[in-house]
């Protein structure tokens, strides 16, 4: 016996919105983790360039959040996500990628 129980959806009061600026992906015999980063800039004067030039030192990315999923959860965030695209370019055409170098090493992560 099956009922249609309602689901509320809310939004903490506080709660910060991010652009996923990178992402990495790795997984284990117990499932999949989702790292969302945004990246911050660190930069260093350099007066050769002029008395208040910035030059960028280094990119510190700062983790955001991670959320953790099953296989089966990750196979249907995969299908909900494929959809979810092909709607996306059905109304706005194909989105292009830039491209990607190959990975060289054998480690489970994903980084994008």
Do not use: C, W
């Not at 960028?56 to 991670?66: F, G, L, N």
Request: zero cysteines; aromatic letters at 8%; a neutral charge.
């Amino acid at each position: 016996m099956s009922s249609n129980i309602p689901i509320k959806v809310e939004r903490k009061e506080g709660m910060e919105s991010y652009y996923a600026e990178s992402i990495q992906m790795v997984h284990s015999i117990a499932g999949f983790k989702l790292i969302v980063f945004k990246d911050k800039a660190e930069y260093a004067l350099d007066p050769s360039v002029g008395p208040s030039a910035l030059i960028p030192r280094s990119i510190v990315k700062e983790i955001i959040t991670e959320i953790n999923f099953s296989p089966q959860q990750l196979k249907i965030l995969s299908k909900v996500l494929n959809d979810q695209l092909k709607a996306y370019e059905s109304r706005f055409g194909t989105v292009a990628l830039p491209e990607q170098t190959k990975k060289t090493d054998n480690s489970s992560a994903s980084f994008i």
